[in-house]
């Protein structure tokens, strides 16, 4: 089943399909075994640092192995991508979903980048996510600030701008700012629905992409997911979930083979994706 079916299916359901970032194999199992467990579909993405990583050939490699193990959809994605060229490798290499993410970038540049990547991407029915707003937050440790200086109205994506770029670009997902941020923060994020309604007003033919789905308030996802957000990321409350457990294991053990002492964070990785799952209420996309 291919991406473009299953937030089809997400939007006409009134659910949303799990974005999750893998950072090495264990989170790869992780996610894997959550979406086995709740007989889920699974976007499975990596960032330009991830792919890096692990790699652009061995992501797909691992990519179509667990999806021919679990026997359920998982739709690989290169998440936040910069640089066009390696995109475009992405997409010969056989990625079903690219993000451009040229927010960083003049809005001309942002648009004639994101039009390059849509039209290569399409030649291979790969979808293409686009933003115009740069998510603010990050990777690192936030639990000592607040998300108040994140939240002013006039940081927040223009509808008018939206539909114009999606109209230029062709893109297929949009990824708006509403208040969402990347990382987890002393405070529960809160979203700004009455401008995601506006959003969604504005592009009502083009699916909707909710970042920093990691420490929003339950409900704002929720009313989110109602308002037309048909795919959710996480990826901080995996990494936290993940390092924490290992730390804890490793301090308790003298053990040094990996495969014993991973059990656990791979089981408490697999607990956050499941919660997030239920959540989104992915499981109800191949009912």
Not at 9 to 14: L, N, Q, Y
Not at 18 to 29: R, S
Not at 220 to 234: H, L
């Amino acid at each position: 089943m291919k991406a473009k079916e299953l937030l089809k299916k997400a939007r006409e359901k009134g659910v949303a399909i799990g974005a999750f970032n893998v950072g090495n194999l264990e989170t790869f199992k992780a996610i894997t075994q959550a979406a086995e467990n709740l007989k889920s579909p699974v976007l499975i993405e990596a960032s330009p640092g991830e792919a890096g990583f692990i790699g652009l050939k061995q992501l797909v490699y691992l990519a179509r192995a667990y999806e021919d193990q679990i026997q359920l959809p998982v739709i690989l994605n290169l998440d936040h991508g910069e640089n066009v060229e390696t995109i475009l490798e992405a997409i010969k290499t056989g990625f079903d979903y690219v993000h451009y993410d040229g927010s960083k970038f003049s809005y001309e540049e942002n648009l004639e980048n994101a039009s390059i990547v849509v039209e290569e991407a399409h030649k291979k029915e790969v979808m293409v996510e686009g933003e115009i707003d740069h998510i603010e937050g990050s990777s690192a440790d936030h639990s000592r600030e607040n998300t108040k200086m994140y939240s002013k109205p006039e940081l927040f994506t223009d509808p008018r701008e939206a539909k114009e770029f999606v109209e230029k670009t062709g893109i297929d997902v949009f990824a708006s700012f509403i208040g969402n941020l990347h990382g987890i923060y002393a405070d529960i994020i809160h979203l700004n629905l009455d401008k995601l309604k506006e959003i969604s007003t504005a592009l009502p033919h083009t699916y909707l992409s909710l970042h920093g789905g990691s420490g929003v308030y339950d409900d704002d996802v929720r009313n989110a997911i109602k308002m037309g957000i048909v795919k959710v990321n996480v990826n901080s409350e995996l990494r936290v979930a993940f390092k924490m457990t290992l730390q804890e294991e490793i301090g308790k053990t003298t053990e040094i083979a990996p495969y014993k002492y991973m059990k656990r964070p791979i089981e408490e990785v697999q607990k956050v994706v499941e919660t997030k799952m239920k959540l989104f209420g992915s499981p109800e996309l191949l009912k």
